[in-house]
């Protein structure tokens, strides 16, 4: 099994990485605001925030994998399957979704959401959920009180625990981001093995952070390594200018870019420590990069060239940042052959 990212192809209905071949298309996201263009077979995530530096304002990822994908549908999670790994989208209308005094329509459905998810995997018997993407509209929009993010972290949580699953330690890599509008939209990975989740030592663990950030905290470890046969993949996390649990830089976004890559750098050394293959550099991971104030994106690409190269694969995107005073967030991959024995 070999999975493989292409992380920056247009829009077409089969990108030439796939011609031929979309029954190996485990999934997919498109980014950007131009028009989304035919629905293509597989499972796609659908991000409407703006590219930065991209001037047609689209691309689509997908991921490929070297055998027949099966599909389904599950409770209107889209999802496609290549031996023991899955990917799979769930979109949720907030509307659909009652609110109570205790809880709010986006707690509501960020918890259904993940018991839909969590009920999947476990039927699939492919319980080792690896990666999550979030992204959900007006994150640092405070309503009735609490911030969006956190409600969010309440209904996250709520599922994780119903389902008995720790909220902490043995938890997915994830991003959570805010866009202008949409649903609540949840892309996920699984597999059949645990994941080997790896924390940074600069940062306090999220799942263990103070109450002042939220009344439950979020949900995900600082990146995790994954095993496919003869493939090892390091995801890492949104990653931001957070120092033990505290924002540092706040109002200097090149301050937040140089300490949320020494944090990337600081992920990447954990990870090194647990990894079965050759040490990660970070000149060959594949990095997206929200940046929350398009203007801010020239320095934001200056600061990370003069850091890592220019050389390096890096999609900006325009989001929110799950804290108020959060200028930008980096999340990355990489995949290396696993020499398995004769
Ligand atoms: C942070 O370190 C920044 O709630 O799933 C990064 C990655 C962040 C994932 C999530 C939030 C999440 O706290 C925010």
Redesign the pocket.
Known sequence: MNLQLFSDLPLADLPDAVAGGADRVLGGARLGQASPGLAPGWPVQAIAAPLLGKPDDSLQEIWRCDAACAAGESEGIRWRRAGNLLYGVIELAEADFSPTPAVSALQAASAEAYRRIFRLLDAQRLPNLWR?W?YLAGINQEVDGLERYRQF?IGRQDAFLEFRRGATGNVPA???LGVAEGPLSIAFMAGDTPAVPVENPR?VS?YNYPAEYGPRS?T?SRAALVYLPGQEILFI????S?VGHRTVHPDDVVGQCRESLANVAAVVAEANRLARTTAYGLDELSYRVYVRQAEDFPLVRETLAGLIGDTVEIVYVQAD???HD?LL?IEAMASHTLETCA
């Not at 996390?237 to 931001?240: L, P, Q, Y």
């Open positions: 999550v979030n972290n994830a991003c959570a940062q999220a979020p995900f996390s949104g990653t931001a957070i940042i799950c804290r959060l967030e």
